[in-house]
């Protein structure tokens, strides 16, 4: 599998906290010009068992990985845009 950003995430969900989560990681990627898929756990055949491989059983959406490696959750993502480490958690060069 390629190395690429892939945020796994929900169209289905009643929890705003998700929503506005989703909608922050979409937003701060896009505003700074981060390619990456994002792919709908609740409409891709198999993509939920395939977060929950790479990030853990209990694992909710939304999720950040590089290809096959887990690089967090809203939280982690958060903490690194605080520190100015984003490029470090996204392992981008």
């Known amino acids: 599998m390629s190395d690429k950003i892939i945020v796994y995430w929900t169209s289905v969900t009643g929890s705003i906290e998700i929503k506005k989560k989703q909608q922050r990681i979409e937003m701060v990627l896009s505003g700074k010009n981060v390619e990456f898929e994002k792919v709908d756990i609740s409409l891709v055949d198999g993509a939920k068992e395939k977060m929950r491989e790479i990030c853990g059983e209990k694992t909710l959406p939304p999720q950040l990985c590089r ?27």
């Open 67 to 93: 290809g096959d490696k887990c690089l967090g959750a809203y939280e982690e993502f958060e903490a690194a845009i605080e520190n100015e480490e984003l490029d470090a958690f996204l392992k981008r060069s």
